[in-house]
Nanobody, 124 residues
Framework: QVQLVESGGASVQPGGSLKLSCVGS????????VAWFRQAPGKEREGVAC????????TVADSLKGRFTISRDNLKNTFYLHMTNLKPEDTGVYYC?????????????????WGQGTQVTVSS
């Protein structure tokens, strides 16, 4: 059974940093492209960053470049979202997801498996 479990969400002050983790089970991470999405209250889910299968490179949403990065540890079947200089507009539920195939994109439909989400709140 394929599962993705996020952790690391928290309440932080503006300017703070967080590292989110997503542990996969029931599959081998190395063979899948993965991504992080987020959803703020009343807004659509948006792509944050993705990582191509194996070591095929990453993509970060233009508006988040310089503050967010994605990484993966295939030996641990885990991937991460590193967030720095957090702003109140980064508040939301963060989801991890996986998809088959080498391409990775920042739109939800191709992603077939999702985690349950972890809450990130940025507030003073």
């Amino acid at each position: 059974q394929v599962q993705l479990v996020e952790s690391g969400g928290a309440s932080v002050q503006p300017g703070g940093s967080l590292k989110l983790s997503c542990v996969g089970s029931g599959f081998t991470l190395d063979y899948f492209s993965v991504a992080w999405f987020r959803q703020a209250p009343g807004k659509e889910r948006e792509g944050v960053a993705c990582s191509r299968l194996g070591t095929g490179g990453t993509t970060v949403a233009d508006s988040l470049k310089g503050r967010f990065t994605i990484s993966r540890d295939n030996l641990k079947n885990t991937f991460y979202l590193h967030m720095t200089n957090l702003k109140p507009e980064d508040t939301g539920v963060y989801y991890c997801a996986r998809k088959a195939g080498r391409d990775c994109g920042l739109y939800p439909p191709p992603y077939s498996n999702w985690g349950q989400g972890t809450q990130v709140t940025v507030s003073s």
